[in-house]
């Protein structure tokens, strides 16, 4: 293809250390070249919220890269100590608001674990198909986004037309159609209501046969895409497990990790699935794991909806939660990576401690590490690799 | 360039990772829930355990650190994965007002935001560190650190008279 061709023809200029493209010292002092700062953000409509990135430059190959978070910070962990264990639950659905039902999911985990309770099969497969249909309901915009970013305006409209699809099913089943306060500790608010099955297999049959045509071959051999994704945002594996990568950055790279396979929770136990992995470690290939990852997730979804369990979806643990001292540590696959939530208890009502680990954070301190070497336009794509929400990264 | 990642068992890979940490240091405690291997070390010894931990038992990821102000002295856990269903979890007690603890980023790199969110939340220094700016609040004139059980917020509520 001719976009490959044109990426080779740069092949050399990517893979060469960041100092071989800046002028030499003797040329910088003839000419008097000097590098520039320049802020990027916050109010940027690329940064995925609120993000400042303070860049140095020489020309247009950035230099130095340093984030600067903290614009959307609400504090969410001193909000969660000054509040009853279930009241917390709607907090954590502003946490990262594109993925909100893997947030409540890993919370109640944490306080399930504290309070050592059992959770009803039925509550606890519907809390796997919601899950999924939240990686889904984040995947496909992210590859959107990333497009939005490097110019092509299409790709968006047919990702929240998908988005919006499922809202309304989440609408259906829990009431709202963003922060959705659906998992419960100890189950689910509540069951799924009559005929969903049928309207959740429709919409999945749907989704797959467009899935293909909407996103993988507009988008995958697409000339344009290839040629500002292909080697961009590069990184090898000892560098992305250094860095504490998870998800799909990390997948990308060609590490076989994924918590709902290597420690497995819930209803993940009993469900058939492929981690997917990609060699190459760059922007395109974390497309291409985005893209896997929506079909196992529909996958999974086949299996949840045609073993459904029956039976109660909430156990009664009483209003006012006690739960023994300690530590409640639970980790779930949210669609960014590894969130981890710890709990700590002092037996009263309200939690010591919260701390989120989220993904977004951790997976930002690529940006210090990769960036610098890059043109400056290069930050859109390899933002898109690492996919942070504003509200995630700043809790 | 590939990354190893342990293999076998998982029960002997828990026992290996016990033995090879009691064997090198003096650990204050340590046992086995499930798949977690939970040692208790003092403050001054965390790096070496931790590098303990990657160097020679290959636990490659450090997942996250969770400081606890427990008023007088602050308690911190360092949680790693061997990304195939082992745990490491190691804990400490730092005492004093203004705890100071040695730096894990040279062990850890990824460890660098954490320790930068521990001081900004905490105030907790380490030493060592080669950036320790705050994370999310502001640079100057803010002298807090909000996650402390001093830091008083205006709306706090009691739930005294709920059943």
Known sequence: MLGEQRRAEHEGALTEPASGRLASPDIRDEFGLETIDMNMGPQHPAMHGLLRLILELDGETVVRCDPVMGYLHRSKEKISENRMYPAVIPITDRIDYMNNIAMEYGYCLAVEKLLDVEIPPRADAIRALMNEFGRIMSHIPSVGFLLLELGAFTPILYAFRERERIQSIFEAVTGARMMFHYIRIGGVKADLPEGMTETMWEYIEGLEKRLQPDFVDLIGGNEIFISRTRGIGKMSQEKAVEMGLTGVPLRCTGVEFDVRKHYPYGWYKNLDFDVITDEAGDVEASYRVRMGEVRQSIRMIKQILENLPEGEVLGDLGRRLRPNEGDGIARIESARGEYAVHVVSDGSDTPYRVHYRTPCTVNMQLLQEIVPGHYLPDIMPIMGLIDPVSGSWDK | ?163
């Open chain 2, 1 to 163: 360039m590939a990354v190893t990642l342990p293999e076998g068992d998982l029960q002997t890979r828990l026992a290996r990772y016990l033995d090879g940490l009691n064997n090198r240091h003096g650990i204050e405690d340590s046992s086995v829930d499930g798949n977690i291997v939970l040692v208790w070390v003092r403050p001054e010894d965390v790096p070496a355990v931790l590098a303990t931990a990657r160097e020679t038992l290959g636990i490659l990821h450090l997942s996250f650190i969770t400081v606890v102000d427990r008023q007088g002295s602050f308690e911190l856990t360092y949680e790693m994965l061997d990304l195939r269903g082992g745990q490491v979890r190691v804990k400490t007690v730092v005492e004093g007002e203004e705890p100071v603890i040695q730096t894990v980023t040279d062990i850890y790199p990824t460890a660098n935001w954490h320790e930068r969110e521990a001081y900004d939340m905490f105030g907790i220094a380490f030493r060592g560190h080669p950036d320790l700016r705050r994370l999310y609040m502001w640079q100057d004139h803010f002298d807090h650190h909000p996650l402390l059980k001093s830091f008083e917020i205006s709306t706090k509520r009691t739930f005294e008279g709920l059943r």
